[in-house]
């Protein structure tokens, strides 16, 4: 199978700080790419996506950024707030297929 | 504008006994997703449906799982003869297209089998 995974498992951040999470992906045929939120006993909550044919795409405090030629893909968060404090994935499409990373937990301290 | 609905949410059931979950997707989507989350690990596809048909289940165990998205009613995924290694949690997504597109997840249903 495909390996969707993170650099790290766990971040904490001051509120008001801005956070970057990683993703790393192995099929450089990917050609597009989500980024999900999942709170504590909820379901995945989608928050950005991306196409390979861009490099970079904002949000509302959400940009990600993706890197093919070392097949990266990053999502930043400005002014981490507190509700972010969640487990966020990133999601690779190849195959005809989502494949799921395993998640940053994010935790955001006050 | 209800998102997608999953029930039970939490499910508890015996070894050998019969698991059903039920998933109905976002009002006008008809294509619907399962997954299975276990703890510390990602997201797995299961099989893709859409109305009355079966796209793709080369996620799903070969034995006593099933799936199932008729025509009217919601998705039901089925495990029979449940064990202890099925005990996770089960996720649908539904979206309004196939499947490369943004896919839209329900709460999920724990199970667990004692």
């Known amino acids: 199978g495909e390996n969707v995974g993170l650099h790290l498992p766990t971040l904490s951040v001051q509120e008001g700080d801005n956070s970057i999470i990683n993703c790393a992906y192995s099929n450089s045929a990917s050609d597009y790419f989500i980024w999900y939120k999942q709170e504590s006993g909820k379901g995945p909550q989608f928050i950005i996506d991306i196409r390979s044919n861009m490099d970079k795409r904002q949000g509302q405090r959400v940009t990600v950024l993706l890197n093919k030629t070392v097949k990266h893909l990053s999502l930043q968060i400005a002014a981490t707030q507190p509700g972010d404090s969640a487990v966020y994935f990133c999601?690779?499409?190849?195959?005809?297929?989502?494949?799921f990373g395993t998640g940053t937990s994010l935790t955001v301290i006050p | 504008n209800a998102g997608v609905m999953q029930n039970p949410r939490h499910l508890v059931r015996r070894r050998g006994q019969e698991a059903r979950l039920r998933c109905s997707p976002v009002?006008?989507?008809?294509?619907v997703y399962w997954y299975r989350q276990l703890p510390e690990e990602g997201l797995k596809f299961m099989v893709y449906?859409?109305?009355?048909?079966?796209?793709?289940e080369s996620g799903m165990p070969k034995e006593r799982f099933s799936a199932e998205f008729p025509k009217e009613g919601p998705s039901i995924l089925r495990i029979q003869q449940v064990v202890r290694g099925d005990s996770a949690a089960y996720f649908c997504?539904?979206?309004?297209?196939?499947?490369?597109?943004?896919?839209?997840f329900g709460p999920g249903t724990r199970l667990l089998v004692l």
């Open positions: 009002k006008g989507h008809s294509h």
């Open positions: 449906l859409q109305k009355e048909n079966i796209i793709d």
């Open positions: 997504a539904s979206s309004p297209r196939g499947f490369k597109e943004t896919q839209y």
């Open positions: 999601a690779e499409y190849t195959g005809n297929q989502f494949y």
